[in-house]
């Protein structure tokens, strides 16, 4: 099992960045694919990437394609998302997900964290 607390979330003008981190505990954390999700008000929640267990590969959805980028470190249980050039349409709360494959639908992730709020001014 794997617990997952996500942070580094907050207030940023359009065109800043945010780095959110998603720490894990759990003695598996390296077996398992890790994505990222997020959902805006009035919204579904929609994926936006994931990244292998090893970290060698990565997807992402269309609209965050050459701006955000997933990371992580095994040895730290941590998983990462970079965003750069953030706009108002990326404000949403933001979680991080475990999954035992490489999928982009959240029914394939067994372990989700509370979330984080991230907010773009414009």
């Known amino acids: 099992q794997v617990q997952l607390v996500e942070s580094g979330g907050g207030l940023v003008q359009a065109g800043g960045s945010l780095r959110l981190s998603c720490a894990a505990s759990g003695r598996t954390f390296s077996s398992y694919t890790m994505g990222w999700f997020r959902q805006a008000p009035g919204k579904e929640r929609e994926f936006v990437g994931v990244i292998s267990w090893s970290g060698s590969n990565t997807y992402y959805t269309d609209s965050v394609k050459g701006r955000f980028t997933i990371s992580r470190d095994n040895t730290k249980k941590m998983v990462y998302l970079q965003m750069n050039s953030l706009k108002p349409e990326d404000t949403a709360v933001y979680y991080c997900?475990?999954?035992?494959?490489?999928?982009?639908?959240?029914?394939?992730?067994?372990?989700w964290g509370r979330g984080t709020q991230v907010t773009v001014s414009s």
């Open positions: 997900a475990a999954s035992w494959e490489v999928r982009t639908t959240e029914g394939s992730y067994a372990y």
